[in-house]
Nanobody, 117 residues
Framework: QVQLVESGGGLVQAGGSLRLSCAAS????????FGWYRQPPGKQRELVAL???????NYADSVKGRFSISREYAKNTVYLQMNSLKAEDTAAYYC???????????WGQGTQVTVSS
């Protein structure tokens, strides 16, 4: 089992920055990829960024050049640095961890990000 706890959300003005943190605990050895997803009000959850166990990253087109995902192995923490925030970035942000063999999918409880225009 893996537990994920997000933090760092809040209210920020457009153009500002926030850094989200996802603290992972439990059996994280077998995790192949960590990710950040978001769910805007009234919309479906969508992928924001991924980071593999090897350090490869992938981003949604809407956040490329503005967001950066990273991992601090010593603290078992994954970060999402969000710069140049826009009103459309307003959403609940969720941390995700996946293992492939066997397939396991873990989610955090989410943290709210609100960007005022």
């Amino acid at each position: 089992q893996v537990q994920l706890v997000e933090s760092g959300g809040g209210l920020v003005q457009a153009g500002g920055s926030l850094r989200l943190s996802c603290a992972a605990s439990g059996n994280t050895f077998g995790i192949n990829v960590f990710g950040w997803y978001r769910q805007p009000p009234g919309k479906q959850r969508e992928l924001v960024a991924l980071i593999s166990s090897g350090g490869s990253t992938n981003y949604a087109d809407s956040v490329k050049g503005r967001f950066s995902i990273s991992r601090e192995y010593a603290k078992n923490t994954v970060y999402l640095q969000m710069n140049s925030l826009k009103a459309e970035d307003t959403a609940a942000y969720y941390c995700n961890a996946q293992s492939w063999k066997p397939h396991r999918d873990y989610w955090g409880q989410g943290t709210q990000v609100t960007v005022s225009s």
